[in-house]
């Protein structure tokens, strides 16, 4: 009985902190993107909300003004952000990088460098040795070199796309809109959706210039289609694209730059005769679900199951969103989708088991929220 008594009085606090620790409340800094402009009511550039999982609280950290820092990737480590810095006509756009103390949720400018078009997309590698950017108007992408202090130096690479799509309207030079890498960072991709394509290249992250053509050069998609975003199902045997301009998506299963099209669907209801406006798409973290939003007169976000043999999509549910949900975020714990909408952030608690979504009474009210990013902080 004194041994018993002896190992409990050794185990007990052992045990007790082992169970705090898994109680411990999952934080999280969500990094929003906006369009800014002159007006008192404009959104001035990146604002940082730190989110409590355990409670769905969202509380204010921080912001750094920027003209349009409409997309943004962030390192690996968590401790750089890269930004584009927006500007369609309105004079040169830019890409910036950022310092960022999680801790805080405060960043601080490094530097900046000169697109030559207008970047709408930029990816990072996980080593840390490159940035890429989409160039919607100009319908090129560009390779930047990352310093050792985070910082970008000059470009090294700039991939121009020649073509065009059967939308006159839409189509009539190329628009590179999203640049994406790989799980397994042999290839980088980047969507043009100008030309409905996906174009494919080999990556070397040691060599300059570090993209090189593919043995398929590009993936086609159905012509007048307008590919705008990708995403990969975590296992990388599936990518999923969406199309802006028909409101679709498509199913590849897809190995070493390869990509077969297993499934093609069309995101609005029979009923619907309204304006098609197809913007973001992500993978629930688990891989069993898909979410996608519509802009236009839809303005939803629609859920899919994925069958985990197939890759294949079954529609679930579909949500109102509010006007103009663009970008979307789903918690790294999978629990939590956020949605920015034409005037702020809201929020759906999520079904695991079912991908189903509950809207939450909490809202950050802003303009023209446009990219929405989560780091862990504990």
């Known amino acids: 009985m004194k041994n018993l008594l002896i190992l409990c009085t050794i185990l007990l606090p052992a045990l007790c902190c082992a169970q705090k620790k898994n109680k411990e409340t999952r934080v999280f800094d969500?990094?929003?993107g906006t369009f800014t402009g002159a007006s008192p009511t404009s959104s001035k550039g990146i604002y940082v909300y730190r989110f409590f999982e355990e409670t769905g609280e969202v509380s204010y950290l921080s912001e750094i003004a920027l003209k349009n820092p409409s997309y943004m990737a962030i390192t690996n480590d968590y401790k750089y952000i890269y930004s584009v810095n927006e500007n369609n006509n309105d004079g040169p756009s830019t890409i910036t990088?950022?310092?960022?103390?999680?801790?805080t949720g405060k960043l601080s400018i490094l530097n900046t460098q000169p697109s030559i078009g207008s970047p709408a997309y930029i990816a990072v590698d996980k080593a840390r040795r490159n940035v890429f950017i989409a160039n919607y108007i100009g319908g090129s992408a560009m390779v930047f070199p990352v310093n050792k202090d985070g910082s970008l130096?000059?470009?090294?690479?700039?991939?121009?796309?020649?073509?065009?799509?059967?939308?006159?309207?839409?189509?009539?030079?190329?628009?590179?809109?999203a640049i994406v890498i790989s799980p397994d960072e042999k290839q980088v991709l980047f969507t043009d959706l100008g030309t409905d394509k996906i174009n494919v290249f080999n990556y070397h992250p040691s060599e300059i210039p570090p993209l090189t053509p593919a043995a398929t050069p590009f993936i086609a998609v159905t012509p007048g289609s307008g590919p705008r975003h990708i995403e990969f199902s975590p296992n990388g045997k599936f990518m999923y694209n969406?199309?802006?301009?028909?409101?679709?998506?498509?199913?590849?299963?897809?190995?070493?730059?390869?990509?077969?099209?297993?499934?093609?669907?069309?995101?609005?209801?029979?009923?619907?005769?309204?304006?098609?406006?197809?913007?973001?798409?992500?993978?629930?973290?688990?891989?069993?679900?898909?979410?996608?939003?519509?802009?236009?007169?839809?303005?939803?976000?629609?859920?899919y199951a994925i069958n985990q043999k197939a890759g294949t999509?079954?529609?679930?549910?579909?949500?109102?969103?509010?006007?103009?949900?663009?970008?979307?975020?789903?918690?790294?714990?999978?629990?939590?989708?956020?949605?920015?909408?034409?005037?702020?952030?809201?929020?759906?608690?999520?079904?695991?088991?079912t991908g189903r979504l509950t809207l939450t009474s909490d809202f950050i009210k802003m303009a023209s929220p446009v990219c929405l990013k989560m780091v862990p902080i504990k």
């Open 30 to 32: 969500l990094l929003i």
């Open 97 to 103: 990088s950022f310092k960022f103390d999680k801790a």
């Open 153 to 177: 130096g000059a470009s090294t690479q700039t991939i121009q796309d020649t073509g065009k799509g059967p939308n006159p309207r839409r189509q009539a030079v190329p628009h590179a809109h």
């Open 242 to 303: 969406i199309q802006e301009i028909s409101a679709s998506i498509t199913a590849f299963t897809y190995h070493n730059g390869k990509a077969k099209e297993i499934q093609h669907l069309n995101m609005m209801s029979d009923d619907f005769n309204g304006t098609n406006g197809a913007a973001d798409i992500h993978v629930s973290p688990d891989g069993f679900f898909l979410y996608a939003t519509n802009r236009g007169s839809a303005n939803q976000l629609l859920v």
């Open 313 to 353: 999509l079954t529609f679930i549910e579909r949500y109102p969103t509010g006007q103009m949900p663009r970008n979307f975020v789903i918690d790294p714990t999978g629990n939590f989708l956020f949605v920015g909408n034409a005037k702020g952030v809201i929020i759906f608690k999520v079904n695991k088991t």
